[in-house]
């Protein structure tokens, strides 16, 4: 089997469009159309259902997208390690970020490492963890930070950081003079809550499962600015990291009770290929937290 066809299919599949997959690949439409129905010829089956300009794949599809994005990212992975063993690097590390680091935490450690590797090129993705995870399974990264919780197996993980949520709240709310908040006076207020697939909301969901609370979510928005305004103007009160309060008087970081940690890790592939500057970058990040530490 070529392996130009399945290159072809996976981005077909992906961008559910023949026109969108010719684009990214920068090849006509009708070559991507020809390779794709060569393709099912070859293999006796018809991978896509066709219907106007909808591409929907069908159940054999699904399965060769699953063998086909592992057998591509294997192929790469090869050729950089080739090319890695005659002297030559990729120069490129591609991470995502949640929106909350990358703001926070993050920006010293990218211009620190850029000065000190200046020949490397960053490229930094923001999402949600759940979103960095899938595209980190799916090879559209090298690295990304998620949360050490309930991690793949194909991922492998280290931590980088131990942070505790916090309440936050107006410095004039009843509740910004307590030491602890309980998980049922919070649950009591209106929040202010990122949208699924962050992974505050995600912990935010969990500690409601297992305090059987029903969240009273009044806005849900992934703008970090936006969520800080509405919590100050009095609309309802959020959890973030005490990295985002400290420089910020009008709003208060109050612990739950009991608390809850967050371990923040940065993860790859366990079976891709680590580059070098994949792996000076991940060691970089390591560096920096345990300087932190100290």
């Given at each position: 089997m070529d392996i130009k066809p399945l290159r072809y299919f996976v981005e077909v599949a992906r961008h559910a469009s023949f026109t969108r997959a010719g684009e990214v690949l920068h090849v006509a439409q009708p070559a991507v159309s020809m390779a794709i129905r060569k393709l099912e010829a070859e293999l006796e089956l018809t991978l896509f259902h066709r219907h106007d300009r909808k591409v929907v794949l069908t159940n054999e599809g699904q399965r060769l997208l699953m063998h086909a994005t592992r057998i591509l990212?294997?192929?790469?992975?090869?050729?950089?390690?080739?090319?890695?063993?005659?002297?030559?690097?990729?120069?490129?590390?591609?991470?995502?970020?949640?929106?909350?680091?990358?703001?926070?935490?993050?920006?010293?450690?990218?211009?620190?490492?850029?000065?000190?590797?200046?020949?490397?090129?960053?490229?930094?993705?923001?999402?949600?963890?759940?979103?960095?995870?899938?595209?980190?399974?799916?090879?559209?990264?090298?690295?990304?930070?998620?949360?050490?919780?309930?991690?793949?197996?194909?991922?492998?993980?280290?931590?980088?950081?131990?942070?505790?949520?916090?309440?936050?709240?107006?410095?004039?709310?009843?509740?910004?003079?307590?030491?602890?908040?309980?998980?049922?006076?919070?649950?009591?207020?209106?929040?202010?809550?990122?949208?699924?697939?962050?992974?505050?909301?995600?912990?935010?969901?969990?500690?409601?499962?297992?305090?059987?609370?029903?969240?009273?979510?009044?806005?849900?928005?992934?703008?970090?600015?936006?969520?800080?305004?509405?919590?100050?103007?009095?609309?309802?009160?959020s959890t973030l990291l005490a990295m985002v309060l400290r420089d910020d008087p009008e709003l208060v970081a109050v612990p739950f009770e009991p608390a809850v940690w967050l371990d923040l890790c940065i993860a790859w592939r366990r079976q891709g290929y680590l580059s070098r500057a994949n792996r000076a970058f991940a060691d970089f990040v390591l560096e920096h937290s345990a300087g932190r530490d100290r």
């Open positions: 990212q294997t192929l790469d992975d090869a050729q950089l390690e080739m090319q890695e063993l005659r002297g030559l690097t990729r120069g490129e590390v591609r991470v995502g970020i949640p929106g909350m680091l990358g703001s926070y935490y993050f920006p010293p450690i990218l211009m620190a490492f850029r000065h000190r590797h200046p020949q490397l090129n960053l490229s930094v993705v923001e999402a949600g963890t759940g979103r960095l995870q899938e595209m980190l399974q799916q090879g559209l990264l090298d690295l990304a930070i998620i949360v050490a919780d309930e991690v793949p197996d194909e991922l492998e993980v280290q931590v980088f950081m131990r942070e505790q949520m916090m309440v936050t709240l107006p410095r004039e709310h009843p509740l910004a003079q307590q030491s602890r908040i309980s998980y049922d006076a919070f649950f009591s207020q209106e929040l202010v809550m990122f949208q699924p697939g962050y992974f505050h909301r995600k912990a935010v969901d969990k500690i409601a499962r297992q305090s059987r609370c029903t969240p009273n979510i009044g806005f849900e928005t992934n703008l970090l600015p936006l969520i800080k305004s509405i919590v100050k103007q009095g609309f309802g009160i």
